[in-house]
């Protein structure tokens, strides 16, 4: 079985201020990992990934997530937080020897001016 | 480059009446289809899986079903809506990459 969980359920920062977002994930064998961002009415935009290599994997929009395998976990990152990256992410993982991917709850972002 | 299409984007429904959601993938041959609902704009819960023509994998028993007709197609059917099955649905697709990509979504309303 695998599952994901994303602890918060809102993050609110200041623009110009670090974002993270968290997710802690659950697999019995390697893990994929993914995080994708959804805009108001839109379907799922994809951010970044692991799957193997370099545990620091940088995507789009200035976005990079850890890839920290004792402590199961992917957090999601941004240095400086634009107004626009106000929406909601969610963090997926398969099972490399599965096709389901399994999806976080979701976290609303919200980016202050 | 590759591409995935979703239709109707929208869709209102009365109870009973059949439904039939279409997606399609550009670009690409024999992807690995999915067919997701998003319930109250949070969680999202796989429903179908497809890994070719006419190979469907169902996750969850329901009153929805998938057929994979073409290799670039996916359909979504009911033939009796209920009010439960409102919702947005997203069809998606797998690259060799293993990454996932999600079309616009289709919302549907069932009243």
């Known amino acids: 079985a695998q599952s994901v969980a994303q602890p918060e359920d809102q993050v609110n920062v200041a623009e110009g201020n670090p974002l993270t977002v968290k997710c802690t994930y659950s697999?019995?064998?390697?893990?994929?990992l993914f995080w994708y961002v959804q805009y108001p009415n839109r379907g799922l935009q994809f951010l970044l990934k692991y799957i193997t290599g370099d545990n620091l994997v940088k995507g789009s929009y200035g976005f990079e997530a850890e890839f920290n395998k004792s402590q199961t976990s992917f957090h999601l990152k941004k240095p400086s937080a634009l107004v626009s990256d106000s929406a909601l992410y969610f963090c997926a993982v398969r099972d490399m020897n599965d096709y389901k991917l399994s999806f976080g709850a979701g976290t609303t972002v919200t980016v202050r001016a | 480059s590759q591409t995935i299409h979703q239709w109707p984007a929208t869709l209102v429904q009365p109870v009973g009446s059949p439904l039939s959601l279409e997606c399609t993938v550009e670009?690409?041959?024999?992807?690995?289809l999915y067919w997701y609902r998003q319930a109250a704009g949070r969680g999202l819960q796989l429903l179908f899986y497809?890994?070719?023509?006419?190979?469907i994998s169902s996750e969850v028993p329901q009153n929805l079903s998938a057929s994979r007709p073409q290799d670039r197609q996916f359909i979504l059917s009911s033939k009796k809506l209920l009010l439960s099955d409102s919702g947005f649905y997203l069809c998606?697709?797998?690259?060799?990459?293993?990454?996932?990509?999600f079309g616009e979504g289709s919302w549907l309303t069932v009243v």
């Open positions: 497809s890994v070719g023509i006419g190979q």
């Open positions: 670009g690409t041959s024999n992807p690995n």
């Open positions: 998606a697709w797998k690259d060799l990459g293993n990454t996932i990509y």
């Open positions: 697999v019995s064998g390697n893990p994929y």
